[in-house]
């Protein structure tokens, strides 16, 4: 299973010098054989990586009660995961700690295209959020942010959908959490999609194109 050996800020791991891992290695539907350049994170990877997070976000929460933002609909998956590991850890520990999960959609992207224009939509009183956006340098979470921090919330911490993309520009978000650093590649798996497919598989990179 895949994993990085270079640590980077927030306990990550950098896929950057990996090359990830051919498709002979897995099983995958027959209608995406040949959509798909390689394997970058295998499932397992993913679940072990999830675990930790979870574990890092118990210890930094403290006694406080979580309110989860989930951002759809590529964040749902990874969002499920984590929450189900927040809730193990807190079954099993001292202390338990509330935890409520809402939704929000995020419509920005275009088919494999970023668009200039970003909704909100759902969560009470998130229904419609327009601004400029560029997904691969964050505006999209800032301008989230910014609408969250109206509600006066006591802390604000983000797990974003385990990725982050290694890029050049000045204004790059980065999460609190993140799973893997990876280079800048169009990815799929794991509930991130190309035009509604391609969300059941493994972490892969889109055949020949890069963002």
């Given at each position: ?27 995958y539907p027959q209608h995406y054989y040949g ?6 994170i295998p499932h397992g990877i993913i679940v ?68 200039q224009d970003m909704q909100i939509i759902g ?89």
């Amino acid at each position: 299973l895949a994993g990085g050996s270079s640590p980077v800020p927030g306990s990550a791991a950098s896929l950057d010098d990996l090359p990830g891992y051919s498709l002979d290695l897995f099983t995958y539907p027959q209608h995406y054989y040949g959509d798909l350049e390689y394997v970058l994170i295998p499932h397992g990877i993913i679940v072990d990586r999830t675990e930790c997070l979870a574990k890092d976000i118990m210890q930094d929460i403290g006694d406080n009660n979580i309110v989860v933002l989930c951002v759809l609909k590529g964040g749902y998956k990874f969002c499920a995961d984590l929450v189900e590991h927040i809730e193990t850890f807190s079954r099993n520990s001292e202390r338990s700690i509330s935890m409520k999960v809402d939704f929000v959609r995020l419509k920005s992207y275009h088919n494999d295209q970023s668009t200039q224009d970003m909704q909100i939509i759902g969560g009470e009183d998130l229904s419609k959020l327009t601004g400029k956006d560029i997904v691969g340098t964050g505006r999209t979470m800032k301008a989230l942010l910014n609408n969250i921090e109206k509600y006066k919330p006591k802390m604000i911490k983000v797990a974003r959908d385990l990725l982050v993309k290694t890029t050049s520009q000045p204004d790059g978000y980065r999460p609190d959490y993140y799973g893997f650093e990876i280079p800048n590649v169009f990815v799929v798996g794991y509930a991130l999609e190309y035009n509604k497919d391609f969300r059941d598989l493994n972490i892969s990179v889109f055949r020949k194109y890069k963002v």
